[in-house]
């Protein structure tokens, strides 16, 4: 089965979860599996909590 780039961006972020800010992990703050460094490269300055799905795959589309 082949994917496109939208089923596996929409696998991969259903994998990751909401969001998670654990002292333990260094990444810090993340939704959907993107870090907040991260999504503050890409120009998202809101809450983490508030990462929408459609950012977070639009990061991962230009990111990785």
């Given amino acids: 089965m082949r994917y496109n ?3 596996w961006i929409d696998d991969l972020i259903a994998r990751e979860g909401g969001f998670v800010d654990h002292p333990a992990d260094k990444g810090g703050p ?3 599996g993107i870090t ?3 999504a503050r490269q890409h120009g998202y300055m809101g809450q983490m909590e508030n990462l929408p799905h459609s950012v977070a795959a639009l990061i991962y589309k230009k990111h990785y």
């Fill in 5 to 7: 780039i939208d089923e």
């Fill in 30 to 32: 993340t939704r959907w």
């Fill in 36 to 38: 907040q460094a991260v």
